[in-house]
């Protein structure tokens, strides 16, 4: 894959799957902007890592729910790089575990925002530097598919959701921009270190038939893949990467 004169933004890079986006996309060619949040050592070394090689990289912090600190992000990508072909919306998060009758209205409202008004904004601020041939990578999740797990409807919801933007996004985009989605399993990352009892991942990945969990890489390669014109044809999937823990 060779992404070589283009520019990518990739949010929620400052650890796991956004870090191994960040500098897979780096590694095929493409100039990286990384956003983070609260990660800024982990983006850091993320650019470091990138610049090391030989690529070219930086990082940028900010709240991907708030429409300003998202336009000086894209802003600050142009200013760098010159445009914007690669979107890679990575922010995201389940923020904690609340079961229907726990939930208050905050909580929800906060992982839709974090989740899916995130994705909206940043396509929106984006679109008017996607030039022809521009690719749009959405994270999704297994939780779109199967309603999550327990305590987890809300960022179930939230990923069926940014599957649903994903097809519509593709549909009013295309052909000029091509959106698709990944929807992970069980990766091996701080989002289930926190959120999941090591027991039950130890039995998801073993009831795999790959018999493992997946890697940030794993992730970062299909993104990868999804966002170079190796999959010229591929648009409005919402493609499964979970070593075969559900088919669909």
Known sequence: MDLSGKTAIVTGAGRDIGAACAIRLARAGANVVLNYHKSADGAETAVRLIRDAGGKAIARAGDMTDPDAVKALVDAAVAEFGSVDIVINNTGGILARKTIPEMTLEHWNAVMAVNVTSTLLLVQAALPHLGEGGAIVNLAS????????????????????VMTMTRGMAK??????????????????????????PEVRKAVAGN??????GTSEDVANLACYLASDEAAFITGTCVDINGGTLFS
Do not use: S, W
């Open 142 to 161: 297994q939780a779109g598919r199967d309603g999550a797990g327990p305590g987890a409807i809300a960022y179930g919801a939230a990923k069926g959701a």
């Open 172 to 197: 009013e985009l295309g052909p000029k921009i091509r959106v698709n989605a990944l929807c992970p399993g069980m990766i091996d990352t701080d989002f289930h270190n926190i959120f999941t009892k």
């Open 208 to 213: 795999t038939p790959l018999k493992r969990e």
